[in-house]
Protein backbone atom coordinates (compact mmCIF):
# COMPACT_ATOMS: atom_id res chain seq x y z
CA UNK A 1 0.00 0.00 0.00
CA UNK A 2 1.35 4.02 -0.13
CA UNK A 3 -0.74 6.93 0.92
CA UNK A 4 -1.35 10.08 -1.32
CA UNK A 5 -2.56 13.25 0.30
CA UNK A 6 -3.71 16.24 -2.05
CA UNK A 7 -4.32 19.60 -0.14
CA UNK A 8 -4.89 22.89 -1.37
CA UNK A 9 -2.82 25.14 0.81
CA UNK A 10 -4.49 28.38 0.65
CA UNK A 11 -2.28 31.06 -0.99
CA UNK A 12 -0.26 33.87 0.96
CA UNK A 13 -2.39 37.28 1.38
CA UNK A 14 -2.34 39.38 3.89
CA UNK A 15 -6.29 40.08 4.26
CA UNK A 16 -6.54 36.66 6.16
CA UNK A 17 -4.74 37.82 8.99
CA UNK A 18 -4.08 35.47 11.73
CA UNK A 19 -4.83 33.00 8.96
CA UNK A 20 -1.78 34.48 6.77
CA UNK A 21 0.84 31.88 5.81
CA UNK A 22 3.75 33.33 8.33
CA UNK A 23 1.23 31.83 11.06
CA UNK A 24 -0.23 28.70 9.35
CA UNK A 25 2.96 26.79 8.14
CA UNK A 26 3.81 25.80 11.27
CA UNK A 27 0.62 23.80 11.58
CA UNK A 28 0.95 22.39 7.66
CA UNK A 29 4.13 21.53 8.72
CA UNK A 30 3.11 19.34 11.77
CA UNK A 31 0.42 18.25 9.13
CA UNK A 32 2.84 17.08 6.58
CA UNK A 33 4.51 15.35 9.62
CA UNK A 34 1.77 13.55 11.28
CA UNK A 35 0.72 11.91 7.79
CA UNK A 36 3.92 11.54 6.26
CA UNK A 37 2.40 10.46 2.67
CA UNK A 38 4.33 8.86 0.00
CA UNK A 39 3.00 11.04 -2.38
CA UNK A 40 1.17 14.52 -2.36
CA UNK A 41 -0.20 17.08 -4.58
CA UNK A 42 -0.28 20.81 -3.06
CA UNK A 43 -2.62 23.48 -4.79
CA UNK A 44 -2.21 27.37 -4.19
CA UNK A 45 1.02 27.17 -3.99
CA UNK A 46 3.78 30.70 -4.15
CA UNK A 47 7.23 30.36 -4.81
CA UNK A 48 7.73 31.43 -1.18
CA UNK A 49 5.38 28.33 0.18
CA UNK A 50 7.16 25.79 -2.17
CA UNK A 51 10.64 26.81 -0.46
CA UNK A 52 8.95 26.25 2.64
CA UNK A 53 7.62 22.83 1.77
CA UNK A 54 10.82 22.07 0.45
CA UNK A 55 12.36 22.50 3.84
CA UNK A 56 9.56 20.54 5.54
CA UNK A 57 9.87 17.92 3.52
CA UNK A 58 13.22 16.36 3.87
CA UNK A 59 13.69 13.18 1.67
CA UNK A 60 10.98 14.09 -0.64
CA UNK A 61 11.98 15.27 -4.34
CA UNK A 62 9.30 17.32 -5.90
CA UNK A 63 7.96 18.95 -9.64
CA UNK A 64 5.83 21.50 -10.33
CA UNK A 65 6.16 25.16 -11.50
CA UNK A 66 3.81 28.32 -11.12
CA UNK A 67 1.17 29.16 -14.06
CA UNK A 68 2.34 32.55 -14.72
CA UNK A 69 4.75 33.34 -17.86
CA UNK A 70 8.39 31.99 -16.81
CA UNK A 71 6.91 29.53 -14.29
CA UNK A 72 6.23 32.00 -11.64
CA UNK A 73 2.95 32.69 -9.82
CA UNK A 74 0.69 30.32 -8.10
CA UNK A 75 1.35 26.49 -8.58
CA UNK A 76 0.33 22.90 -8.56
CA UNK A 77 2.87 20.56 -6.81
CA UNK A 78 3.76 17.30 -6.46
CA UNK A 79 5.85 15.70 -3.79
CA UNK A 80 7.01 11.81 -3.53
CA UNK A 81 9.07 10.27 -0.88
CA UNK A 82 12.06 9.70 -3.41
CA UNK A 83 13.18 6.13 -1.07
CA UNK A 84 10.34 4.82 -2.17
CA UNK A 85 9.27 6.23 -6.09
CA UNK A 86 11.40 7.24 -8.77
CA UNK A 87 10.21 10.09 -11.06
CA UNK A 88 10.20 8.34 -14.98
CA UNK A 89 8.33 11.83 -16.62
CA UNK A 90 7.77 14.84 -15.24
CA UNK A 91 5.32 17.83 -17.18
CA UNK A 92 3.77 20.85 -16.18
CA UNK A 93 1.07 21.83 -19.31
CA UNK A 94 -1.30 24.52 -19.61
CA UNK A 95 -5.30 23.81 -19.06
CA UNK A 96 -6.31 25.26 -22.50
CA UNK A 97 -6.54 24.30 -25.95
CA UNK A 98 -3.14 25.06 -26.75
CA UNK A 99 -1.41 22.79 -23.26
CA UNK A 100 1.81 24.06 -24.30
CA UNK A 101 0.54 28.26 -24.37
CA UNK A 102 -0.30 30.42 -21.58
CA UNK A 103 -3.06 32.94 -20.83
CA UNK A 104 -6.38 32.38 -20.26
CA UNK A 105 -8.84 29.62 -21.74
CA UNK A 106 -12.62 29.22 -22.05
CA UNK A 107 -14.18 31.21 -19.80
CA UNK A 108 -11.76 31.10 -17.38
CA UNK A 109 -11.00 34.11 -14.58
CA UNK A 110 -7.35 32.67 -14.54
CA UNK A 111 -4.82 30.55 -15.85
CA UNK A 112 -4.80 26.94 -14.84
CA UNK A 113 -2.35 23.97 -15.22
CA UNK A 114 -1.83 20.41 -14.89
CA UNK A 115 1.28 19.08 -13.09
CA UNK A 116 2.26 15.33 -14.45
CA UNK A 117 4.65 12.78 -12.90
CA UNK A 118 5.05 9.09 -13.65
CA UNK A 119 5.77 7.69 -10.55
CA UNK A 120 7.50 4.27 -10.22
CA UNK A 121 7.98 1.99 -6.94
CA UNK A 122 9.96 -1.54 -6.55
CA UNK A 123 6.91 -3.33 -6.25
CA UNK A 124 4.09 -1.28 -7.76
CA UNK A 125 3.75 -0.47 -12.16
CA UNK A 126 4.22 3.09 -13.12
CA UNK A 127 1.78 5.43 -12.16
CA UNK A 128 0.40 8.61 -13.90
CA UNK A 129 -0.30 11.65 -11.22
CA UNK A 130 -1.95 14.51 -12.53
CA UNK A 131 -2.78 17.75 -10.19
CA UNK A 132 -5.23 19.98 -10.79
CA UNK A 133 -6.70 23.49 -9.77
CA UNK A 134 -9.47 24.21 -11.95
CA UNK A 135 -10.90 27.39 -12.34
CA UNK A 136 -13.07 29.08 -9.65
CA UNK A 137 -15.60 30.94 -12.04
CA UNK A 138 -15.52 29.41 -15.70
CA UNK A 139 -17.49 25.96 -15.69
CA UNK A 140 -16.82 25.74 -19.03
CA UNK A 141 -13.01 25.65 -18.22
CA UNK A 142 -13.13 23.66 -15.86
CA UNK A 143 -15.35 20.89 -17.89
CA UNK A 144 -12.71 21.34 -20.59
CA UNK A 145 -9.97 20.95 -18.32
CA UNK A 146 -11.17 17.81 -17.00
CA UNK A 147 -11.72 16.57 -20.42
CA UNK A 148 -8.00 17.46 -21.60
CA UNK A 149 -6.56 15.58 -18.86
CA UNK A 150 -8.74 12.65 -19.30
CA UNK A 151 -7.65 12.85 -22.86
CA UNK A 152 -4.32 12.51 -21.41
CA UNK A 153 -4.91 9.88 -18.92
CA UNK A 154 -6.21 7.70 -22.36
CA UNK A 155 -3.13 7.80 -24.06
CA UNK A 156 -1.05 5.24 -21.60
CA UNK A 157 -1.85 2.24 -20.51
CA UNK A 158 -0.22 3.36 -16.89
CA UNK A 159 -3.09 3.42 -13.82
CA UNK A 160 -3.53 7.34 -13.36
CA UNK A 161 -4.62 9.36 -10.23
CA UNK A 162 -6.37 12.89 -10.93
CA UNK A 163 -6.06 15.02 -7.31
CA UNK A 164 -6.77 17.97 -6.56
CA UNK A 165 -9.20 21.09 -6.12
CA UNK A 166 -11.79 21.02 -8.81
CA UNK A 167 -13.61 24.18 -7.45
CA UNK A 168 -17.24 21.68 -8.25
CA UNK A 169 -19.23 19.69 -6.06
CA UNK A 170 -20.50 16.37 -7.58
CA UNK A 171 -17.79 16.33 -10.28
CA UNK A 172 -18.72 12.85 -11.69
CA UNK A 173 -22.32 14.62 -12.30
CA UNK A 174 -21.01 17.85 -13.99
CA UNK A 175 -17.99 15.89 -15.90
CA UNK A 176 -19.21 12.97 -18.02
CA UNK A 177 -15.27 12.66 -18.73
CA UNK A 178 -14.81 11.43 -15.60
CA UNK A 179 -16.16 7.95 -16.44
CA UNK A 180 -14.27 5.71 -15.81
CA UNK A 181 -12.52 6.62 -12.88
CA UNK A 182 -13.38 6.31 -9.14
CA UNK A 183 -13.81 8.76 -6.18
CA UNK A 184 -11.67 7.51 -3.37
CA UNK A 185 -14.13 9.36 -0.78
CA UNK A 186 -16.95 7.66 -2.15
CA UNK A 187 -15.57 3.94 -2.72
CA UNK A 188 -14.72 4.31 1.36
CA UNK A 189 -18.62 5.40 2.22
CA UNK A 190 -17.56 9.56 2.21
CA UNK A 191 -20.54 10.95 4.03
CA UNK A 192 -20.47 14.25 1.69
CA UNK A 193 -19.37 16.65 4.46
CA UNK A 194 -17.49 19.39 2.28
CA UNK A 195 -13.77 19.99 2.08
CA UNK A 196 -13.99 23.67 1.42
CA UNK A 197 -14.72 25.67 4.76
CA UNK A 198 -12.85 28.72 5.00
CA UNK A 199 -10.42 28.45 8.07
CA UNK A 200 -14.10 28.24 10.02
CA UNK A 201 -13.98 24.44 10.25
CA UNK A 202 -17.40 23.93 8.81
CA UNK A 203 -17.45 22.31 5.57
CA UNK A 204 -19.66 23.89 2.97
CA UNK A 205 -21.30 21.46 0.53
CA UNK A 206 -20.51 18.39 -0.40
CA UNK A 207 -16.39 18.04 -1.62
CA UNK A 208 -14.30 19.95 -4.16
CA UNK A 209 -11.13 18.27 -3.61
CA UNK A 210 -10.61 14.64 -5.28
CA UNK A 211 -8.31 11.70 -5.08
CA UNK A 212 -10.11 9.34 -7.99
CA UNK A 213 -8.00 6.82 -9.06
CA UNK A 214 -8.36 4.18 -12.50
CA UNK A 215 -10.00 1.08 -11.82
CA UNK A 216 -6.73 -1.35 -11.20
CA UNK A 217 -6.04 0.87 -8.17
CA UNK A 218 -7.71 -0.39 -4.51
CA UNK A 219 -8.65 2.11 -1.99
CA UNK A 220 -7.90 0.42 1.37
CA UNK A 221 -8.89 3.95 3.31
CA UNK A 222 -9.94 7.71 2.28
CA UNK A 223 -10.06 10.42 5.47
CA UNK A 224 -10.66 13.96 5.47
CA UNK A 225 -8.23 15.87 7.41
CA UNK A 226 -9.65 18.34 10.07
CA UNK A 227 -6.83 18.35 11.96
CA UNK A 228 -6.35 21.81 13.98
CA UNK A 229 -3.96 23.13 16.78
CA UNK A 230 -5.52 25.35 19.28
CA UNK A 231 -8.53 26.08 17.23
CA UNK A 232 -6.83 26.69 14.15
CA UNK A 233 -6.40 25.31 10.62
CA UNK A 234 -3.30 24.65 8.16
CA UNK A 235 -5.84 25.45 5.62
CA UNK A 236 -9.24 27.09 4.22
CA UNK A 237 -9.80 23.58 2.68
CA UNK A 238 -9.78 19.93 4.53
CA UNK A 239 -6.99 17.91 2.89
CA UNK A 240 -7.70 14.60 1.95
CA UNK A 241 -5.52 10.96 2.48
CA UNK A 242 -6.38 7.86 0.78
CA UNK A 243 -4.47 4.45 1.25
CA UNK A 244 -4.23 2.86 -2.18
CA UNK A 245 -3.12 -0.44 -3.66
CA UNK A 246 -3.36 -2.51 -6.62
CA UNK A 247 -5.56 -5.83 -6.46
Known amino acids: MFTVLTQNLRID ?8 WSHRKALVARLLQDYAADILAFQEVLAHQRRDLIAMLPGYA ?3 RGREPGGEG ?9 SRFQALEQETFYLAPDPQQSGLA ?8 CNRVVL ?15 DHIGKLARQKSIELVCARISQSAQPALVLGDFNE ?6 FPALTGLQDAFVVHGSDEEGTFHGFSGLPKGSPIDYILTSPEITVEFCQRLADRWEGRYPSDHFGLLAGLDFA
Open 62 to 64: WSG
Open 169 to 174: QKAFEH
Open 74 to 82: EGCYVFWNA
Open 120 to 134: KAEEFPPIQIYNVHL
Open 106 to 113: WDAACPRI
Open 13 to 20: VASDGIND
